[in-house]
């Protein structure tokens, strides 16, 4: 495997699921970033995790759950979610902030 | 507040002709802009950058133009062909605290007609 690598790509869950996403990254990057797609938005920045420290939380709800063990995979711990949580969530890495990232496919989630 | 727009949601151009995509940005401590091509069911990829030093970089088919003072850059296609009928993210960065992470727009989907 190279890259960066999500799962699941696709994800239903009820508002009273919990579920995790997975990014794994096999580029020996140490920066690694959850973002946002939703429909007619720009990519949003949900979390920043450098040398595997959060270093950045943009006012994410708390139903919301990052976590990153170590420098190659980053969690996303998913609760009690709402409708509108529903979108693209993508994973990236780079090397520094300065660097160009490399994003994962994605995980299409659904909140029913 | 928006910091990176792309006013135009979707472009159609006829293969082989010139695709140009807009961007504008108002944060005038970014210093450093990106263009990401994104295909369904896969994420972005990144495609080309440019330096606020510069006003201009070319990669192949590819060229990505920079106007400071009106915080504008447009990307140039030239000839479009049907392979990159796609979403295109502008990004944007800055070298100061705050603004070292990329910040987006809200993409352009690309047609090319054949």
């Known amino acids: 495997e190279t890259g960066v690598t999500q799962t699941p790509r696709h994800l239903v869950m009820g508002m009273t699921n919990k579920k995790s996403l997975k990014c794994e990254q096999h580029?020996?990057?140490?920066?690694m970033y959850w973002y946002k797609q939703s429909a007619k938005k720009p990519l949003e920045l949900m979390f920043v995790y450098s040398l595997e420290e959060r270093v950045e939380n943009n006012s994410v709800p708390s139903r919301f759950s990052p976590e990153c063990p170590n420098s190659s995979h980053l969690f996303l711990h998913l609760h009690t979610l709402q409708p509108e949580d529903s979108a693209l969530y993508l994973c990236?890495?780079?090397?520094?902030?300065?660097?160009?990232?490399?994003f994962g496919s994605g995980t299409r989630l659904t909140v029913v | 507040d928006q910091q990176v727009k792309q006013n135009s949601p979707s472009l159609s151009v006829q293969e082989g002709r010139i695709s140009i995509l807009n961007c504008d940005y108002t944060n005038s401590m970014f210093d450093y802009f990106l263009w990401y091509k994104k295909y369904p069911a896969e994420g972005p990829t990144f495609l080309i950058s440019?330096?606020?030093?510069?006003d201009k970089n070319e990669d192949g088919r590819f060229t990505v133009f920079l106007n400071k003072s009106a915080k504008h850059l447009s990307l140039h296609i030239v000839p479009s062909q049907p392979g990159d009928s796609a979403v295109y993210f502008c990004?944007?960065?800055?070298?100061?605290?705050?603004?070292?992470?990329?910040?987006f727009g809200t993409g352009t989907r690309l047609t090319i007609i054949p």
């Open positions: 440019i330096s606020s030093i510069k």
């Open positions: 990004a944007a960065r800055g070298s100061n605290f705050g603004n070292e992470k990329l910040t």
């Open positions: 990236a890495s780079s090397q520094g902030y300065r660097d160009s990232y490399t």
């Open positions: 580029l020996g990057h140490n920066a």
